[in-house]
């Protein structure tokens, strides 16, 4: 909602947590916003890490150890990223090239066209979690030297609050 506020714009949320063994890890869906119209999601859909180019993109990063600000994926304008993967994208007539440019625009199948994804890493920095993810129906819809920033800060502010819970709610038991 603060997003929509500041940018004016509709934004869809979801929160994704990485299942599965380290070689072929999956992520499925926590939750996502009410109010974007989206289909409706089943706990029993995977979308395998690898076959995401915005959760493969962070993983590798993480991989590589790179610095935290560094782990997040950022695109503008999906349809025209030619190597953009996902397992609810069939690029097969969705052909790269100037020529269909305008073709690929119409055609795109996703209901969305700008995104930002940030992980949540675990409290002690060893592992990826999840993701939380943003979107937008518009191109442009973000803009990289702000938005990010403010998506990971509250990505860590959840972790935090997350960890908090758990450990408040297990100690109680």
Known sequence: EVFETVKGLKIGVC????????NNPYVKTLCRDVHTRRRKYSNKEC??????????????????????????????????????????????????????RFR????????????????FISSDSKQVDGFLCIDSPFYKGFDKSRDVEILQQIALLMRELMCYICSNHLNAN
Not at 15 to 22: A, F, P, R, S, T
Not at 55 to 67: G, S, T
Request: proline letters at 8%.
């Open 15 to 22: 929160i994704k947590y990485i299942n599965g063994d380290l």
């Open 47 to 100: 979308d395998y890490v690898w076959q995401n180019a915005d959760f493969a993109h962070i993983l590798k990063a993480f991989n590589e150890q790179r610095e935290l600000a560094e782990l997040y994926y950022f695109a503008n304008d999906l349809p025209n990223q030619y190597q953009y993967t996902n397992t609810h994208l069939d690029v097969s007539g969705l052909h790269p090239g100037f020529l269909p």
């Open 104 to 119: 690929r625009r119409k055609q795109w199948p996703l209901p969305y066209k700008s995104t930002i994804v940030v992980p």
